[in-house]
């Protein structure tokens, strides 16, 4: 595990490789690692389109912090990247064929969401391509890192001071495999239009999450929260949540909590 000792070089060495792999992701041979990331974002926050004049497309709408990630998708298979009307969120879209062909065929074979499938389908049989289903997924994969990107959140109550990985769904079936492979529960959301949420809380599970997403890194702004979290255990550690305001270890836990919610 990686502690606040070297958290922060290991942050910076994290974004540097990330900063690079959008270079090394514009020829042919795309990383699988990559292409499993983007079959998980599709999954939880793309949209295959086929229109009724038989025009297909890609759509993938995310948080306005998340710009880096959709830039790189945009810079490996080209497409339109523009604010939406409430000005919080950003939509890709890719109708060029060269690019949508690109794209089908780097995720055909990665993609687990059920309707997504159905979308895929539709858009392959226009090109005479052949869907390919997923193989079960593994441990060893990067599509949870894209489908955390999407429809994941990290947290922390600050009744209990208690830190929690949850992914939304709303439906179980793509949820459930998530517990064998990392661990935590599926629960009903009370609340909420997703009516599914994988829930994970225990310390021992999240620090072996956070390994993977070392090997698996997200490309979306919840990396910094991610890169925050053994620094979250080492200091509730020594209780600086419950200490006085007046304590050089107050200090460090008012700026961790500045970092965590400015996602810095």
Same mark, same amino acid.
């Given at each position: 595990?990686?502690?606040?000792?070297?958290?922060?070089?290991?942050?910076?060495?994290?974004?540097?490789?990330?900063?690079?792999?959008?270079?090394?992701?514009?020829?042919?041979?795309?990383?699988?690692?990559?292409?499993?990331?983007?079959?998980?974002?599709?999954?939880?926050?793309?949209?295959?389109?086929?229109?009724?004049?038989?025009?297909?497309?890609?759509?993938?709408?995310?948080?306005?912090?998340?710009?880096?990630?959709?830039?790189?998708?945009?810079?490996?298979?080209?497409?339109?990247?523009?604010?939406?009307?409430?000005?919080?969120?950003?939509?890709?879209?890719?109708?060029?064929?060269?690019?949508?062909?690109?794209?089908?065929?780097?995720?055909?074979?990665?993609?687990?969401?059920?309707?997504?499938?159905?979308?895929?389908?539709?858009?392959?049989?226009?090109?005479?391509?052949?869907?390919?289903? &997923?193989?079960?997924?593994?441990?060893?994969?990067?599509?949870?890192?894209?489908?955390?990107?999407?429809?994941?959140?990290?947290?922390?109550?600050?009744?209990?001071?208690?830190?929690?990985?949850?992914?939304?769904?709303?439906?179980?079936?793509?949820?459930?495999?998530?517990?064998?492979?990392?661990?935590?529960?599926?629960?009903?959301?009370?609340?909420?239009?997703?009516?599914?949420?994988?829930?994970?809380?225990?310390?021992?599970?999240?620090?072996?999450?956070?390994?993977?997403?070392?090997?698996? &890194?997200?490309?979306?702004?919840?990396?910094?929260?991610?890169?925050?979290? &053994?620094?979250?255990?080492?200091?509730?550690?020594?209780?600086?949540?419950?200490?006085?305001?007046?304590?050089?270890?107050?200090?460090?836990?008012?700026?961790?909590?500045?970092?965590?919610?400015?996602?810095?």
């Amino acid at each position: 595990m990686f502690n606040s000792l070297v958290g922060t070089s290991e942050a910076i060495c994290l974004l540097n490789k990330n900063k690079r792999s959008i270079h090394n992701l514009s020829n042919s041979n795309r990383d699988l690692k990559f292409k499993q990331w983007l079959a998980g974002l599709i999954d939880g926050d793309g949209c295959f389109t086929l229109s009724k004049k038989g025009y297909a497309g890609l759509e993938i709408t995310m948080d306005i912090r998340d710009e880096r990630a959709l830039q790189i998708i945009k810079n490996v298979y080209g497409g339109s990247l523009k604010l939406r009307s409430n000005a919080n969120a950003l939509r890709y879209r890719l109708h060029h064929k060269e690019g949508l062909l690109n794209i089908i065929n780097d995720v055909n074979g990665l993609i687990r969401n059920p309707v997504r499938l159905v979308q895929l389908n539709n858009v392959c049989l226009k090109y005479d391509i052949s869907l390919i289903w &997923p193989e079960k997924l593994t441990q060893n994969n990067g599509w949870l890192s894209g489908f955390f990107d999407a429809d994941g959140t990290i947290t922390i109550n600050q009744t209990n001071w208690q830190l929690s990985i949850t992914v939304s769904q709303k439906t179980t079936e793509i949820l459930t495999p998530l517990i064998e492979l990392y661990g935590g529960n599926v629960y009903i959301s009370k609340g909420s239009s997703d009516s599914f949420k994988w829930y994970i809380t225990k310390k021992e599970d999240i620090l072996k999450l956070i390994e993977y997403f070392k090997e698996y &890194p997200p490309r979306s702004a919840k990396i910094n929260r991610l890169l925050l979290v &053994p620094k979250f255990y080492e200091l509730k550690s020594m209780k600086a949540h419950k200490t006085t305001s007046d304590t050089l270890l107050a200090k460090s836990w008012d700026l961790f909590i500045k970092k965590w919610m400015n996602y810095e």
